[in-house]
T-cell receptor
Framework: DTAVSQTPKYLVTQMGNDKSIKCEQNLGHDTMYWYKQDSKKFLKIMFSYNNKELIINETVPNRFSPKSPDKAHLNLHINSLELGDSAVYFC?????????????FGQGTRLTVV | AQSVTQLGSHVSVSEGALVLLRCNYSSSVPPYLFWYVQYPNQGLQLLLKYTTGATLVKGINGFEAEFKKSETSFHLTKPSAHMSDAAEYFCAVSQDSNYQLIWGAGTKLIIKP
């Protein structure tokens, strides 16, 4: 059973399009996250939700909007995609704050904007 | 502000040799410390973590790390490298149990046959 699953795994799309990435966790965790990993492997947290409530919202363009219909799901919608959005996006979850327990990561979604 | 420094973006060792990946952090209070591994085209997997107690922490796949407060370090070691250890390794730190981890830039471990 996959603990944190993301779909799709690969996403190739044209500039200006709108796309969504879905994430689900079956670990019963309260907190979920979206991370962006650039081509140099640098990780940056984008958003964090705790029990469907937005906790962390780093400096991310307004074109990125997370949505959490329930605490097991955290989707990422991206409007008007730009070339610079190309990256690997990771969903993660943790029992509570990841600061003490760490987080469990999905396999990633490789987004390529052409 | 907290920060994490991983010395060496690439580390190359021969198969069977000692693996040493360095991580130094800055924190005004005792931190929580983590090492994650990322295999090619995969997500990050928790290798080990230090929260409290014993400063030598053992993780999966034969890795261990030692928290040295005086040196503000949390270096990752493995006595004998295996080809399957080739991956990207990330050190992370948190000051408390809140929601944010501070990440290092990662070290790519290369294993030579």
């Amino acid at each position: 059973d996959t603990a944190v699953s993301q779909t799709p795994k690969y996403l190739v799309t044209q500039m200006g399009n709108d796309k969504s990435i879905k994430c689900e966790q079956n670990l019963g965790h309260d907190t979920m996250y979206w991370y962006k990993q650039d081509s140099k492997k640098f990780l940056k947290i984008m958003f964090s939700y705790n029990n469907k409530e937005l906790i962390i919202n780093e400096t991310v363009p307004n074109r990125f909007s997370p949505k959490s219909p329930d605490k097991a799901h955290l989707n990422l919608h991206i409007n008007s995609l730009e070339l610079g959005d190309s990256a690997v996006y990771f969903c993660a979850s943790s029992p509570s704050g990841q600061g003490r327990l760490g987080a469990f990561f999905g396999q990633g979604t490789r987004l390529t904007v052409v | 502000a907290q920060s994490v420094t991983q010395l060496g973006s690439h580390v190359s060792v021969s198969e069977g040799a000692l693996v040493l990946l360095r991580c130094n952090y800055s924190s005004s209070v005792p931190p929580y410390l983590f090492w994650y591994v990322q295999y090619p085209n995969q997500g990050l997997q928790l290798l080990l973590k230090y929260t409290t107690g014993a400063t030598l922490v053992k993780g999966i796949n034969g890795f261990e790390a030692e928290f040295k407060k005086s040196e503000t370090s949390f270096h990752l070691t493995k006595p004998s490298a295996h080809m399957s250890d080739a991956a990207e390794y990330f050190c992370a730190v948190s000051q408390d149990s809140n929601y944010q981890l501070i990440w290092g830039a990662g070290t790519k471990l290369i294993i030579k046959p």
